[in-house]
T-cell receptor, first 110, second 115 residues
Framework: QKEVEQNSGPLSVPEGAIASLNCTYS??????FFWYRQYSGKSPELIMF????GDKEDGRFTAQLNKASQYVSLLIRDSQPSDSATYLC??????????FGGGTRVLVKP | EPEVTQTPSHQVTQMGQEVILRCVPI?????FYWYRQILGQKVEFLVS????????KSEIFDDQFSVERPDGSNFTLKIRSTKLEDSAMYFC?????????????FGEGSRLTVL
């Protein structure tokens, strides 16, 4: 069973701070990695993807990938109350499907 | 901005009834998917569809489920005889061809409540 694991949280961060989210995956054949944001009762919304080892930055978000450790992370800089949501890590191995983690709930406190 | 649209947004049905959930993927996308999310649980893959056939399906996608692309725009999920445990949010998604990363774009979801 291919697994994607995340700490369920909640991760509580003060406004303006950095939120750090982690994700591990079990399938070494995984090829691409995605972070989605999901507000309560809404659909997942793509934040960014990464497929090479190292860092990838997009605005306030930075994704980090370490394939040797089977680890992907997301940093949210200058956290805003509107960033309060559940963040889903998703992994694609061979084929088309994404396997999702259970999500980390983030609470940004003003 | 192009988006995936789903109907209905919410459907309530009696156990044993047939349900059809509809999706209009983004127009230039060629891969289509159904996922579901039971309240408080993970987003789970059901099925992927490409070139007018199922390309992959999960263990959840048993004989009670079927998918169809009846015309050039719609993509449907049919549940033949609903069970209580089918109550969930069902998400349609699509992704473009030619993208190695092939990110998924999700619709707003159809909430199914089985009584």
């Amino acid at each position: 069973q291919k697994e994607v694991e995340q700490n369920s949280g909640p991760l509580s961060v003060p406004e303006g701070a950095i939120a750090s989210l982690n994700c591990t995956y079990s399938d070494r054949g995984s090829q691409s990695f995605f972070w989605y944001r999901q507000y309560s009762g809404k659909s997942p919304e793509l934040i960014m993807f990464i497929y090479s080892n190292g860092d990838k930055e997009d605005g306030r978000f930075t994704a980090q990938l370490n394939k040797a450790s089977q680890y992907v992370s997301l940093l949210i800089r200058d956290s805003q109350p509107s960033d309060s949501a559940t963040y889903l890590c998703a992994v694609r191995a061979a084929g088309n499907k994404l396997t999702f983690g259970g999500g980390t709930r983030v609470l940004v406190k003003p | 901005e192009p988006e995936v649209t789903q109907t209905p947004s919410h459907q309530v049905t009696q156990m044993g009834q047939e349900v059809i959930l509809r999706c209009v993927p983004i127009s230039n996308h060629l891969y289509f998917y159904w996922y579901r999310q039971i309240l408080g649980q993970k987003v789970e893959f059901l099925v992927s569809f490409y070139n007018n056939e199922i390309s992959e399906k999960s263990e959840i996608f048993d004989d009670q489920f079927s998918v169809e692309r009846p015309d050039g725009s719609n993509f449907t999920l049919k549940i033949r005889s609903t069970k209580l445990e089918d109550s969930a949010m069902y998400f349609c998604a699509s992704s473009p061809e030619g993208s190695g990363v092939r990110e998924l774009f999700f619709g707003e979801g159809s909430r199914l409540t089985v009584l």
